[in-house]
């Protein structure tokens, strides 16, 4: 007995052309989107990258441009005042990822309760987020005046005058722990909306069934709410990561990068380099820099993703 080898039966032209004409409906739906990222982030990542291997000015000079390699990630990398801005945005991430993330988990605890008003409350916890960061600069500058600001003034008060004003944003001690109370403050709203979401997003028969297995408040808090916002509290820190290490506008309005350096970030780096010194290849190479490190946080995310299952 042989076998005989049967093709398989091709599919008939009406089907074929479905699925030619479901093909480019789907690229045209992805085209818009791919078309925009090709835009405003390849091509410019692109440029800049080539930018940093030039002596590109700022504003064109009668002496032609040059190709200089890998000279300027030379220099950025024996620059010791961009080794302190990275350790200074990497100690602003450290300290704000706990009380920005902590601050928005409690305020989403709590507002996830049934309280009165409680949209209201939600609003107005939530108002600090879409206020411009410039307009919060200009309040918690005021804030921090030395010697006789609001917030020395309640510290001498609470201290009964035993405390001594505090120059918040001229002292090197205070400075940067002063930036990241602000930002914690004004960004924590974003947080606490996640983690709103990540609550409801919780099925009531899992606290149900803990409930009737005799869980108190506690272990259902820990052994259903904490694994319930595994993903949410992944996604959090790392978004909340990236963006600490783009700190900018606090600090050219507030400090400039004082006192004594220590309020230097990568990105006031690369724009006093780009447009103060007019290096423009030297900050793009400091901005390739910077979107690699933003990457392999990125690329962190996506590992912490799959591990979790999300």
């Given at each position: 007995m042989t076998l005989q080898q049967t093709s398989m039966p091709a599919l008939p032209r009406p089907a074929r052309r479905r699925d030619r004409q479901r093909f480019w409906q789907e690229v045209a739906m992805i085209a818009p989107a791919v078309l925009l990222l090709a835009i405003f982030l390849i091509t410019p990542f692109l440029l800049s990258f080539w930018t940093a291997m030039t002596n590109q000015p700022l504003v064109p000079r009668p002496t032609p441009v040059r190709f200089v390699?890998?000279?300027?990630?030379?220099?950025?990398?024996?620059?010791?005042?961009?080794?302190?801005?990275?350790?200074?945005?990497?100690?602003?991430?450290?300290?704000?990822?706990?009380?920005?993330?902590?601050?928005?988990?409690?305020?989403?605890?709590?507002?996830?309760?049934?309280?009165?008003?409680?949209?209201?409350?939600?609003?107005?916890?939530?108002?600090?987020?879409?206020?411009?960061?410039?307009?919060?600069?200009?309040?918690?500058?005021?804030?921090?005046?030395?010697?006789?600001?609001?917030?020395?003034?309640?510290?001498?008060?609470?201290?009964?005058?035993?405390?001594?004003?505090?120059?918040?944003?001229?002292?090197?001690?205070?400075?940067?722990?002063?930036?990241?109370?602000l930002s914690a403050w004004q960004a924590y709203g974003f947080q606490m909306i996640i983690y709103l979401a990540g609550l409801q997003g919780i099925p009531e028969e899992l606290y149900d069934a803990a409930r009737i297995d005799g869980a108190s408040a506690l272990r259902r808090f820990w052994h259903v709410?904490?694994?319930?916002?595994?993903?949410?509290?992944?996604?959090?820190?790392?978004?909340?990561?990236?963006?600490?290490?783009?700190?900018?506008?606090?600090?050219?309005?507030?400090?400039?990068?004082?006192?004594?350096?220590?309020?230097?970030?990568?990105?006031?780096?690369m724009v006093r380099a780009g447009f103060e010194e007019q290096k423009l290849g030297y900050a793009s190479a400091v901005s390739v820099i910077l979107f690699v490190i933003v990457l392999l946080i990125a690329l962190l995310q996506r590992k912490l993703l799959r591990r979790f299952d999300v």
């Amino acid at each position: 007995m042989t076998l005989q080898q049967t093709s398989m039966p091709a599919l008939p032209r009406p089907a074929r052309r479905r699925d030619r004409q479901r093909f480019w409906q789907e690229v045209a739906m992805i085209a818009p989107a791919v078309l925009l990222l090709a835009i405003f982030l390849i091509t410019p990542f692109l440029l800049s990258f080539w930018t940093a291997m030039t002596n590109q000015p700022l504003v064109p000079r009668p002496t032609p441009v040059r190709f200089v390699g890998l000279l300027n990630f030379q220099r950025v990398f024996t620059d010791p005042l961009f080794w302190t801005s990275l350790w200074n945005v990497t100690r602003f991430t450290a300290w704000v990822l706990p009380v920005q993330c902590g601050l928005a988990f409690l305020t989403a605890l709590l507002l996830h309760q049934k309280l009165p008003m409680q949209n209201l409350l939600r609003g107005m916890f939530f108002l600090p987020a879409i206020t411009s960061m410039v307009v919060v600069c200009v309040i918690w500058g005021t804030l921090f005046q030395y010697p006789s600001g609001p917030l020395n003034q309640i510290v001498g008060f609470l201290s009964g005058g035993t405390i001594q004003p505090i120059d918040w944003l001229g002292d090197p001690s205070w400075a940067m722990f002063s930036i990241v109370l602000l930002s914690a403050w004004q960004a924590y709203g974003f947080q606490m909306i996640i983690y709103l979401a990540g609550l409801q997003g919780i099925p009531e028969e899992l606290y149900d069934a803990a409930r009737i297995d005799g869980a108190s408040a506690l272990r259902r808090f820990w052994h259903v709410t904490m694994p319930g916002l595994r993903p949410t509290h992944v996604f959090v820190l790392v978004i909340t990561t990236i963006q600490a290490f783009k700190l900018y506008t606090q600090v050219a309005i507030l400090t400039q990068g004082g006192p004594k350096e220590s309020t230097e970030t990568v990105v006031h780096y690369m724009v006093r380099a780009g447009f103060e010194e007019q290096k423009l290849g030297y900050a793009s190479a400091v901005s390739v820099i910077l979107f690699v490190i933003v990457l392999l946080i990125a690329l962190l995310q996506r590992k912490l993703l799959r591990r979790f299952d999300v």
